[in-house]
């Protein structure tokens, strides 16, 4: 079998993406006509760096198509703390498993374990690289809440600079016409120049500003993100900046009725509790999103018809 790995969104075409959201909706639809699909085959999930949504949505994922998960969660119960390298790591596991989902602190160690591995291999996040599959799980996301994923305005807002959902996103939704980003940051925490260049390239408007309710009235979606505290190299610097923005009620007054909200949590404080009632925001939903997505990109990276 000529195995295949997403490292980047851009690993997969814009007919493929639209492809596994269709596929996303028929599980949604019709969930037990997929529950033994992958019966008898195994996910591993090399986690290195901590993980609640994109970890357990995997490992649901994987059950839900009738199949089993073995991995670990942690770098300190791997033999990574005894030195070994990512490459021999997933050299090994491709012994034990069907197809490999990881999350690393260091940018390009899943496309190293790629290489190394005889077996498919997920990127679950990548340092402050790239998230490819909590992209899928976005685009799901707008797509169900808003019907299209061309023609918006995006605005992402918080830390864009070492927000690696944030550069996955740009990247994909930059694939659909008629779609416009507004980028809402601290000066220090923009989005890193090698993306603004590509957007610059293929000519996509984006404006960047450090005032979230100014520009609220244009936006049809928020993608809200917090502030990545293990990326800093200073506490004071985190400190300083972790509540550049906070969404409330009172700053969605001037908000469009059908705006959708996004955030892929962890949530810290950049979304007051008192807009989860907000029929706009979206995140909870998004979650769910995120296990089915999952589902259909195993079926296809396992080749399962
Ligand atoms: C994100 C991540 O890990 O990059 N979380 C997730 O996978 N849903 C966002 C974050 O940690 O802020």
Known sequence: ?????????????????????????DIIANPKKYSEKCRGQKLATLFFEPSTRTRLSFEAAMYELGGSVLGFSEAQSSSAAKGESVADTARTVSC??????MRHPKEGAPLVASMAASIPVINAGDGGHNHPTQTLTDLLTIQREKGRLDNMTIGLCGDLKFGRTVHSLIEAMSRYPGIKFVLISPEELKVPSYIKEDLKAEGIPYVQTTDLEAVMPELDILYMTRVQRERFFNEEDYLRLKDSYILTPDKLKTAKSDLAILHPLPRVNEIAVAV???????????????KFIRMALILKLLEVE
């Open 1 to 25: 079998m000529k195995k295949r790995s997403v490292i980047s969104i851009l690993d997969l075409t814009v007919e493929e993406l639209d492809q596994l959201i269709a596929t996303a909706n």
């Open 276 to 290: 989860d009632d907000d029929p706009r925001a979206c995140y909870f939903r998004q979650v769910l999103n995120g």
């Open 96 to 101: 034990y498993a069907d197809i490999i989902a």
